[in-house]
């Protein structure tokens, strides 16, 4: 299996521009996780699913952030319009979730995302 | 969900063991916790998990103090590579957070040779 692939890996893009980052899980598992990397705050849990329903979003920033996962092999991340302080690393992992005690999530490289 | 803390660095020469502390004295009886590792510039990598027992797969060895408020991360045999930053993190199998992971600050392990 190639793992979590994400695309694009790097994006550079204007303020109030639209950015759609996407995320292909590694088949078979069923849930799937978008996350945030900064300097000043860390690894952040922004939403996940489980069966391509989300299940927590309490991490979304604002409404500026959405996201979907229309089957079990896709899912975007969307910032629209995007501001300067959106500027990180965005990680998608995915994990086979085989029970509730087996939580290994498997990351992708990452989509490093600046917004001039 | 309980909270973590883990010294900012650490550092350990190569070839000898790694100890890697994580304090969550406000864990819970159905939380585990995992551990991870972020190498520069990649995604983290998961390493081990643990409830109440020591744990061993062929990364890493997983040490929980009786009370479980504690666990320590041991590399029995550093390298280079091991260079990374160590996230611990509880996470409750049960409870509203299911499926929730919590990454702190984490320790940044320098290898040195």
């Known amino acids: 299996d190639a793992g979590v692939i994400q695309s694009p890996r790097h994006e550079v893009t204007e303020m109030g521009q639209e950015v759609t980052l996407r995320c292909k899980p590694i088949?078979?598992?069923?849930?799937l996780f978008w996350y945030r990397q900064t300097m000043m705050r860390g690894l952040e849990l922004l939403i996940y699913?489980?069966?391509?329903?989300?299940?927590?979003d309490s991490g979304m920033p604002e409404d500026r952030f959405s996201a979907k996962m229309p089957n079990a092999s896709f899912s975007t991340l969307k910032i629209q319009p995007s501001e300067p302080r959106d500027s990180a690393v965005y990680f998608c992992?995915?994990?086979?979730?085989?029970?509730?005690?087996?939580?290994?999530?498997?990351f992708g490289p990452g989509t490093r995302l600046t917004v001039l | 969900d309980a909270k973590t803390t883990q010294p900012p660095s650490m550092d350990c020469a190569e070839g000898r063991a790694a100890n890697l502390p994580c304090n969550h004295s406000?864990?819970?009886?159905?939380?585990?916790v995992y551990w991870y590792r972020q190498i520069h510039s990649q995604g983290p990598q998961y390493i081990i998990h643990?409830?109440?027992n020591n744990e061993t797969n062929e990364m890493a060895s997983l040490i929980i103090t009786e009370d479980r408020k504690s666990s320590t991360l041991i590399l029995p045999h550093a390298t280079l590579r091991d260079t990374a930053v160590y996230y611990c993190?509880?996470?409750?199998?049960?409870?509203?957070?299911?499926?929730?992971?919590?990454f702190g600050q984490g320790t940044i392990l320098t290898v040195h040779p």
């Open positions: 643990g409830l109440k």
């Open positions: 088949s078979g598992h069923n849930s």
């Open positions: 992992a995915s994990s086979p979730m085989s029970g509730l005690t087996y939580n290994e999530q498997f």
């Open positions: 993190s509880p996470y409750n199998a049960g409870g509203t957070s299911y499926g929730k992971l919590t």
């Open positions: 699913f489980n069966n391509n329903v989300p299940i927590d």
């Open positions: 406000t864990i819970s009886g159905n939380e585990y």
